[in-house]
Structures are given as structure tokens and as C-alpha cells.
């Protein structure tokens, strides 16, 4: 480095005095004291991770998160995509209706579809007799699904509709079926532009995750408030901090690649 | 219709706790808007000036708020400030309180998270500035601070405001979940009703319409504000 430093490299040093700074705070706080509480943290890992004290089986805790954010997303992927073709459709009964369930969807508080699928969604279903149970996991599945499907089919909507009419025109003057247009021309130059979009969408998605505590599965919230309810006052400010820095390590690295490919997007614009 | 019972909507008693907590929904809405739009601004200000230390530390700010759940931060301030010494001695009783109240602790933790999103949208306007304009303000002899104030904020608040739209609605939202730390709004109101009358289908749905509609009227009326504010070659003004 030469001296008088860029401003890139200033703010490097910040960050990584930020860093050192964070580490000496906690060598010093567990030098006086907190190391106990560090230790209970530590003990209760395995626990808020998995939602069993040794580890295992994976019944809980954030990988239930994960498990729950990854299944909402795989769910979210096929309603959106049912909702996008039919917000783009060339029929007014079928667009009206779909452009109508989006944007209630997308208006509407997560927590509070969380709360309607959790009441409107019966304990059991019947089908063809058999009586089936309805897990509050698969209630919060669907309940996250609902909006992350409405922006999924935003997403799609903006990607086909960012791409040039003139791709349209050329494609029809080369008599391409409309489906074989969609297919080999739009789709594939839109899905470039939707992969950050669906990335941050998931990033999103995983925080919001942590409301599902609402409909009682053991999540990492759920196992965390149980867990706070034995430890003393002073503890709870660790474990907090120790659980947002579970979620903001998964998340910011997903977030910050999503920026990346944004970026390199950008460019063609058509 | 549906076998849906809605009796229990005539009682004035659920009526009022229906209206009392769509009033604090919206009152929190708003404060924290308006708050997180001020920390927005003044920390996009302050990226303007390519101070290093400031923006790396703005820049943890953002990515620490914009990365993990908003539910969380509410739980960590309501649960935590008043153990770091956030307290005053209620002087009728002696007792030593939480200086700040649940619907406090809400606040300060959405003004924040909305803060967070706000500064990262503000200043993407700001980047998106096309360089010519500013080249031809600083070429007409206007000054650092005459050029931000009459040329980058007309034009780049322009340019933010339809994700300023999604903060806001967004924020709206979040505001549902202050009702897991007590604070007293539309889905803590549904609880209470629901706990009553057992209608809890009924309560719900009444509550995502309720929603849906002042989240709706919210877009609408910025997206209003947008078409008024557009002018030609930026946004929407086509």
C-alpha cells in the first residue's frame, strides 16, 4: 500500500478495525465475566441449531429454518410461475384474476397470512376417506409460500417484460410459434435477469422464516424464547446477539452474490 | 357465505378494539416511515461525502439491520435495553421500569430497519445519476452544496421513489409482527377478539382485508406522488 491511502483502501482498514475492535470488546467482556456467558451459549448451541441438545437428529432449530425457507421457496417457485404466465396472458379473464390474487398477496403482512393459514387451513383433511393431519409445519410451508410466490411472478413479469419488444418482433417475423417464442428467445435472455432477483427474493424469504415461531413449530426463535425462559437477564443479551448473527450469516452472503450478479446484468440491457 | 360468522362484528366492544388497533398500526406506520426516511436521507448525505470511517461504519449499519429479521430486532430491543441499563424508578411505586415501552422499543427497532433500507435506496438514486448532469451543474459554477440541494436531490429523489414505495409498504407490513412483543396493534386487537369469540377464521380474514386495503391505499397514493413528482426522461415520466 502506498501512502496516501485510496479511499478503498481507508475503508478496508476501518472495516477491519471494526473487526478488531468487535474481537477486543468481546476478549474483554469475557475476561470480565462474560466469558460464563459465552460458555452457556456455547453449550446451548447444538440446541438452537438443530433443536436437540447433542446435535441430532435435524428436527428443529435454524436448520428447521433452512429446511422451511428452502421448501417455501421450491413451493413459491411453482405458484409463481402459474401466476406470471397468468398475469401475462392474452386473456382479460384470466389476467384480471391472477393480477388480483398478486397484489393481495404481495399487500398483505407475512405474519398476518402466517396467522390466516395457521386458522383458515383445517387440523385434519379429509381425502377419499382418509383423514390426513396437518402439520403446523406444512400451515407455515404454505403461509410463507403465498406472498414469496406473489413476488416470484413479479420477478418473472419484470424479467420478460424488460426484454426488447423488437426480440418479439424478429422472433415473429421468423414464424416462431407464440409458445416456441417464449420458450427459446424470451425465457432464456429473462432468466438472466431474474436469477439475482429469486436470490435476494430467497435472502428475504430465510429472514422471514423466523415468523413461522408464530404457528409453534420448533424453530430457532421458538427453541430460543423456550431456552430464555430458564437463563438469567444477562445471558438473554448474548443469545440474542448469537441468533441474529446465525440468520445475518446465511443471509448476507446470499444477498451480497445477488448484488454481484445485479451488477453484471446490468449491462445488456437489450 | 362460506359458513363464515361475522355476529360478533356488531358488538361495539370488539368494534373499538378493532379501530383502536388499526389507529396504533397506523400511528406506529407513520412514525416509523417518517423517522426511517430522516435516517435515510441524512445517511445518504452522509455517503455523499466519501468520508471512509463514516461509510464503512453506515455501511455495517445497513447490512447488519437489511440482514437479519426484523422479528429478532424487535425481540432484542424489547428484551434487551432495559437489561443494559435502559431503566428509570417509577416514582409512584419504586419499582425500576423499562424506560422505554414496548410500543417504544417497536418503534426504535423499525425506524431502524426502515433507516437501513432507506439509506441503501436513497443512495442507489444518488449513483444513478447520470454523470453528464452533474459535470454541466459544476461547469455552470454552482457549489458543492447548491448543486446536491437544486440539482442530485430533485432529480435522484425522483429516481428513488418507487423503492421508496417498497420500503414504505414494506414497513407497513412489518409492522404486524410489534404484535409479538405486546404492542397493542390490529393483530394483537385480533388475537384478543378471536380469543373471545373462538371465530378465528373470521378475525383473520377481516385483518388481511383491513391490510390489504390501507397497504393498497399506501402504494396508491405513492405511486400518485410519483406520476406528479415524474418528469420526462426519468422514471416513469416517458
Known sequence: MQWPLSYHEKKRL?????VLTLAAWITADALSGGAAHWHRVWMRLP??????GDGWPLTGGFVLNIFLGLGSMALAAVLGTLLAFGMMAKSRLVRLPCFFI??????SPWIVLLFAMLYIIPFNVRLFGVSIAVPAFAKALIGLALPTGANFAEIIRGAVQSIHSGQWEAARALGYMPMA??????????????IPGWMNLYALLMIATSLATVTGIQDVVTTLNTLLSMENERVIVYFYITTLFLFFAYCYPIALLARRME???????? | MFGLDYSWLSDPVYQGWLLRG???TIALALTSSAIAVLIGGFGALALTLRIAWLDALIELFVELFRNTPPLLQMLFFYFTLSTIGLRVTDPATGLSVPLLSAFDCALVSLS????????EAFRSGLDSLPRAVTEAARSLGYSRWARFRRIEVPIASRICLPALTNILTNLFKTTSQASVITVPELVYYAGQI???????????????????????????????IERALAFPGYGKGN
Open chain 2, 112 to 119: 431502524l430497519f426502515g433507516g437501513a433500507l432507506c439509506i
Open chain 2, 22 to 24: 388499526t389507529l396504533n
Open chain 1, 47 to 52: 440446541l438452537l441449531l438443530t433443536g436437540s
Open chain 1, 102 to 107: 398478486m397484489n393481495f398477496l404481495r399487500n
Open chain 1, 14 to 18: 476501518v472495516q477491519l478495525g471494526i
Open chain 2, 194 to 224: 378471536y380469543n373471545d369469540t373462538f371465530r378465528t377464521a373470521e378475525v383473520m380474514i377481516l385483518v388481511l382485508l383491513i391490510y390489504v386495503t390501507l397497504v393498497s391505499l399506501l402504494s396508491w397514493g405513492l405511486s400518485r
Open chain 1, 181 to 194: 417464442i417464449y420458450g427459446r428467445i424470451i425465457l432464456p435472455q429473462a432468466l438472466r435477469r431474474m
Open chain 1, 263 to 270: 451488477q453484471s446484468v446490468k449491462g445488456d440491457a437489450l
